[in-house]
């Protein structure tokens, strides 16, 4: 791939857990799949926990800006902005803590930013192009964790639910919330506001453009 002259476009795509932040990151994602384009995960990012038992892990709040290691995520957009590849990390849900594998990402020409709480730090806000909060109901977003969480990881009802009430909601509404008045866009109801990603595609694609990396495509496949 030739480098291209200036750096890499950063959009930031955050809103509460079950919000549609996902699909709308992966929807801006499939649209502009003709350039070189990745989705990076703030969930990768969780912190190293292998020093504390597996009860001590249970008890974090994952919705906490400080179960995060910003530093590392920070550290490795910048390594990215730079044309740079990371080892970047997995995080293990059953056992808690950060996996000891990691996957290889090389750089591309446009970085989606996916996760709860990327507008919490400065630091991380100042690197991001475009900043969108997905604001959705918040019975709307417990319905589809309910659903993620019992399909995908395997987690009784009961164990949601009174992670949603302790945690989530009330984190929700203390730490993600509040981020909404960082966002250049707010998107209504996540992935199904097709009308904000044909948008937000489209800026995109004109950022892109006036940069000359209109003909730059991607030449390998990429990962989420």
Do not use: C, W
């Amino acid at each position: 791939m030739v480098k291209p002259k200036q750096k890499p476009v950063v959009i930031g795509v955050t809103g509460g857990s079950g919000s549609g932040k996902t699909t709308v990151s992966r929807k801006i994602f499939n649209e502009l799949s003709n350039y070189s384009i990745m989705i990076l995960q703030q969930d990768s990012y969780y912190k190293d926990q292998s020093n504390m038992t597996m009860a001590q892990r249970k008890k974090v709040n994952y919705d906490h800006p400080m179960a995060f290691d910003y530093d590392l995520i920070i550290q490795q957009l910048k390594q990215l902005l730079n044309y740079q590849p990371i080892e970047k990390p997995v995080y293990d849900y059953n056992q808690f803590t950060r996996s000891k594998e990691t996957i290889h990402q090389d750089p591309r020409e446009v970085i989606i930013l996916d996760g709860i709480l990327i507008l919490d730090d400065e630091r991380l806000r100042d690197l991001m192009d475009i900043k969108v909060f997905v604001d959705t109901d918040d019975d709307i977003r417990l319905i589809r964790r309910i659903e993620r969480d019992m399909h995908e990881r395997g987690r009784s009802l009961d164990s949601i639910i009174k992670q949603y009430l302790t945690t989530v909601k009330p984190m929700y509404h203390q730490f993600v919330e509040p981020t909404k008045r960082y966002a250049d866009i707010i998107v209504p109801e996540g992935g199904e506001n097709q009308v904000a990603i044909d948008l937000l595609t489209t800026k995109m694609r004109a950022i892109l453009r006036s940069r000359g990396n209109q003909q730059i495509k991607q030449n390998f496949d990429s990962t989420i």
